[in-house]
């Protein structure tokens, strides 16, 4: 059961990132509540954002052209060009923001480098996610970094085949069952979920899995106590 290569998702396991979207939701829901309540335009929005990933991929543009979408929709037609460019400067500001960290991540990042070669597996658009992990300055603490279309089984898979590892020897830790768990623990993987505080609707899933390579920690700092007991010291 030994793990010899740790793989950290990014978005809300090392940064800030859901959050983000929620509050521009909101925001969206502000400049449409003359035509719908708060609910309908969410629910609206993540029924096209599910629709369109298929599309746009996961990621800021996207998430932005599904917001100007559902307020033409919402609106039939009603929401002024002021209105729309501001749903696309909440997009652009977005992707402008600063990284905000989650606590521990860098301590926790170099304790786990001294003994562990370090993945950083991501999904959804490449400018973006490669600003991200540049602005973040935690590029330099992993071995290798791969953005993906998405997480999925035969994803995961080829990125193992490609780097030549046994995913039985890999954790892969992350605040997404569908995306950073479940595919890896269905390859013969470690999975340990970190949740985040809040999780986007297509990342959302019914229960945590009864698994003995499954387990769930509170907070990152969390992992190399973790590790030192799974690995024997
Ligand atoms: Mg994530």
Redesign the pocket.
Known sequence: MSVEIIAL?????LWH??SRFQDTQLRLSEILDRHAPHDEVQAHLHELEDRNIKLFGYGIKGFTLSMVEAAIEISQGQITAGEIHEIVMMGKAMLEMPMELLAGVVETLEILGRNYPLFLI?KGDHMDQYNKIEKSGLGDHFKEIEVLLNKDVAAYRELFARHRTDPAKVMMV???IP??ILPVLELGGHGTYIP?HVT?SF?RHQSEPDHPRFRRLKTIQALPELLLKMNGG
């Not at 998702?9 to 396991?13: I, K, M, Q, R, S």
């Open positions: 998702d990014a978005d809300d396991t990132s859901e991501t992350g605040n997404s995306s950073d985040y986007a990342e």
